[in-house]
């Protein structure tokens, strides 16, 4: 793969008491901010400070591009709007790990390799056995994801290409297998196996939804809307949890088990189970005449309420997913002629009231994807303990991408920050008898 540097674009200087000044290249990708290269401060006996990297670039990337004050997002240069309504989930993943969006033979050969791995080892539904019945999908997903490099270790070679592809069409085939199993196995219902003459979004509603007694009549509005679900979640540069991929990845480790590292990341309130816990709020939150109260909570330095479905680390305007899920929220609720739907008017006036509030817009705290999507999935049939297993399964393709192009750049070392050490300075070990609480 070709390889395209940042340009060096001057330097600065950094200045220390006591210390010579240190020159630090400025360098400027192809799109974003100027960035500073800190690599040579290690060698002249500095750290940087950085707690949740707020500043800090960890690596480059061509995969994806946010420009977070004006709400843009795009996927290898394309913005996220036009590939939601223009392409679909297979496209996408295809782009995000290819480059480029495909031509129609590309395409074919794509999903047909897709669709011939979505059948996962026999020996694997006896994992989901050993569950509690009463487990949380995302616990299983993270055990069985995991258990995937069990299946697949002695045979793979992560330095080879064609290895990292199989792998990457492995975890797209079977991650909505794997999600749909999830779910069947908590409700105590048979698995059931994916059908390759339906589409990728169709095939995962056929498994959550079809039974060995009743066929699942696959809905051309709801499939389309989960196709977006997956496309507006495919990727997001170097969130959480693909950071946790990348960083387990970076001692090289088996892919499986990184990816099984980003499903916990993931799982967590503040990342994708953000979606959960804003359903789970607009429940709670119930009717309109209560959400000042939910509001005063969450302005509250001593509540730890936050708005869930509200605010991103990059994004200091409107999620441009959250538009596209909106649109498709709306399209979905016509489609099963739900006129009224609680949930939905709860929704739209809390946006209101917190677009309109002075604490919200100091703050730059707009909705985010996770604030319709929840809304849509409830619709469709999806329970509320799914919506992360969902996101877990569209994001899959997002870690593998960052996955695969970690493994081919030059500039990869293994991840390891470093710290500033506050605890006890130097002393000596006590027998016990000479210890004082
Ligand atoms: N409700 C109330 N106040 C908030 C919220 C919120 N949802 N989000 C941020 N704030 C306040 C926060 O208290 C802080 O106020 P102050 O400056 O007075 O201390 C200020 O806004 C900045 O917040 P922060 O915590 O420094 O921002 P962050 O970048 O560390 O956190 C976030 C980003 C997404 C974790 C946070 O906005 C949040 O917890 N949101 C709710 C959870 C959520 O919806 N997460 C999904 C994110 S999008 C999907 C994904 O990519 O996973």
């Not at 959550?208 to 389309?224: L, S």
């Not at 590292?261 to 359903?279: D, F, K, R, V, Y």
Request: hydrophobic share 40%; with cysteine; net charge neutral.
């Amino acid at each position: 793969m070709q390889e395209v540097n940042p340009e060096l674009v001057k330097y600065a200087t950094l200045t220390i008491p006591g210390h010579d000044p240190i020159q630090l290249p400025v360098l400027k990708g192809t799109m974003g901010p100027e960035v500073i290269d800190i690599r040579a401060l290690g060698k002249q006996g500095y750290f940087t400070y950085d707690p949740g990297f707020v500043s800090t670039a960890a690596c480059s990337s061509r995969i994806t591009f946010i420009d977070g004050p004006k709400g843009v997002l795009l996927y290898r240069g394309y913005p996220i709007d036009q590939l939601a309504n223009k392409a679909n989930y297979l496209q996408t993943c295809y782009l995000l790990l290819k480059g480029d969006l495909p031509t129609k033979e590309q395409y074919e050969h794509f999903e047909y390799e897709v669709k011939h791995h979505t059948l996962i080892h026999e020996q694997i539904t006896s994992l989901f056995k050993a569950f509690r019945r009463d487990s949380h999908p995302m616990a299983i997903m993270c055990g069985i994801a995991g258990a995937l490099s069990a299946f697949y270790h002695d045979n793979l070679d992560i330095y080879d290409p064609e290895h990292r592809e199989k792998t990457a069409i492995r975890l797209i085939a079977k991650m909505p297998t794997l999600a749909a199993m999830a779910y069947k196995y908590s409700i105590g219902h048979p698995f059931v196996y994916p059908k390759n003459d339906l589409s990728y979004a169709g095939n995962f509603l056929h498994m959550m939804f079809a039974t060995p007694c009743e066929d699942y009549k696959v809905n051309p509005v709801i499939e389309r809307a989960m196709d977006k679900i997956f496309i507006l979640h495919a990727d997001h540069e170097q969130n959480a949890s693909t950071s946790s991929v990348r960083l387990a990845g970076s001692s090289g480790a088996n892919p499986y088990a990184c990816i099984a590292a980003g499903i916990a990341s993931l799982w967590g309130p503040a990342h994708g189970g953000a979606n959960e816990a804003c359903l789970r709020m607009l429940e709670q939150i119930g009717s309109i005449d209560r959400i000042p109260e939910f509001i005063a909570r969450a302005k509250d330095k001593n509540d730890p309420f936050r708005l869930s479905g509200f605010g991103h680390r990059v994004y200091k305007a409107y999620d441009p997913r959250a538009v596209v899920m909106r649109e498709t929220c709306h399209e979905v609720l016509n489609e099963l002629h739900i006129k009224d739907h609680p949930i939905l008017d709860v929704a739209t006036e809390l946006e209101k009231i917190a677009l309109s509030d002075e604490y919200f817009i100091e703050r730059n705290l707009y909705p985010n994807v996770d604030f319709y999507s929840g809304i849509i999935l409830n619709a469709i049939g999806i329970p509320t303990s799914m919506f992360t297993v969902i996101f877990a399964l569209a994001r899959t393709v997002g870690w593998i991408a960052h996955w695969t192009e970690m493994q081919e750049m030059p500039e990869s070392r293994i991840g390891r920050p470093r710290q500033i050490y506050v605890g006890k300075t130097l002393r000596q070990v006590k027998a016990m008898q000479r210890r004082k609480k």
